[in-house]
């Protein structure tokens, strides 16, 4: 099952991924998100935007988003649990961005090695981080400055370093604390900059939580809105009602989209037989299978595979 639809019990994530496509989706974790090169779609709670290079979008917890987009991209995610914010917490919980997109040029400095100590703590490389992450979408100003400074440190890793000195070991940091200091580093630059406000319909929104939860924990079983009203004790065309406002398409449509999105990923990693493939994802037939990847994908299942 892909890990965008669990549940997050890990305090931070750090995600590459190229040519990323996933369905509108929900979590209470915050996503953000930075674009690496190329370009991609991003939607959050029906506001829809293509991201460039350096671009950044900012998913607060429990919203509504999705990425899309034909154009070859490569982007960098960090999965956070709010526990982690600090003060921030309850405005993380609460209010929503004005926009939740920001350019490259509104994205600082700060904010970047905010986001290269995060990604490090995750476990990614740190280098490769310097390499893309920080060149993406700076300006000539900003590169000379930076230029400048690691010049400097160049400098100085010349003399003795103290730290070395001795005999004794350096201790191991608490890497729980580092994460939440650094993610409240991040988060006090992008604050200002997303200019939070209250949230609405907050009851709704734990509902959507809920029932997309279990169609992402059910959906390769035989799901129906009877059997959800029965297991989550909600009236079924009101179940009905918030599929069609807060994801713009009937109950039908997202869940086979769901089980599309995984039939893709064993379609890429594996070389099961499509029966196999359609089974797994759920699909009671495989004409339904391929109705639904055309629909889609513009092409038959075999075309793709061989397009691959």
């Known amino acids: 099952m892909n890990p965008f639809y669990e549940k997050r019990n890990q305090k931070l994530m750090a995600v590459l991924s190229e040519n990323m496509r996933f369905p509108e989706h929900l979590h209470g974790h915050m996503e953000i998100l930075l674009v690496l090169e190329g370009q991609i779609g991003v939607k959050i709670m029906g506001e829809e935007q293509c991201l460039k290079e350096g671009d950044c979008a900012v998913v607060f917890p429990e919203q509504i988003h999705s990425y899309f987009g034909e154009r ?70 900003e590169s000379a400055g930076r230029t400048e400074a690691e010049g400097t440190k160049q400098t100085e890793k010349g003399g003795t370093d103290p730290d070395k000195a001795g005999d004794k070991p350096a201790e191991r ?27 609405r319909g907050r009851e709704s929104m734990e509902l959507t939580d809920r029932l997309l939860t279990y169609v992402a924990e059910h959906f390769q079983e035989q799901l129906t809105l009877e059997r959800l009203s029965r297991e989550l004790h909600v009236n079924k065309y009101y179940i009905s009602h918030l599929f069609a406002e807060r994801l713009q398409m009937n109950f039908r449509q997202y869940l086979n989209h769901i089980r ?39 092409m038959a299942p075999t075309e793709y595979r061989k397009k691959m």
């Not at 037989?273 to 759920?282: H, K, L």
Request: aromatic share 10%; proline share 7%.
């Open 72 to 141: 070859k991209h490569r982007v960098l995610l960090l999965i956070l649990d709010p526990a982690l914010s600090g003060p921030y917490m309850r405005v993380l919980q609460t209010k929503s961005p004005a926009s939740p997109f920001l350019p490259a040029s509104r994205l600082s400095g700060e904010a970047r090695l905010a986001w290269k100590r995060l990604y490090e703590l995750a476990g990614g490389n740190g280098q490769l981080f310097l390499a893309e992450a920080e060149n993406a979408g700076r300006t000539e100003a």
């Open 173 to 199: 940091p608490d890497e729980a604390v580092l994460k939440s200091a650094w993610f409240q580093v991040l988060l006090a630059h992008l604050m200002p900059v997303l200019e939070p406000r209250e949230r």
């Open 260 to 298: 599309l999105e995984y039939a893709l990923q064993m379609m890429d990693a594996t070389d099961w037989p499509m029966t196999r493939v359609w089974e797994e994802a759920g699909f009671n037939s495989q004409r339904s299978f391929n109705r639904c990847f055309r629909e889609n994908m513009g």
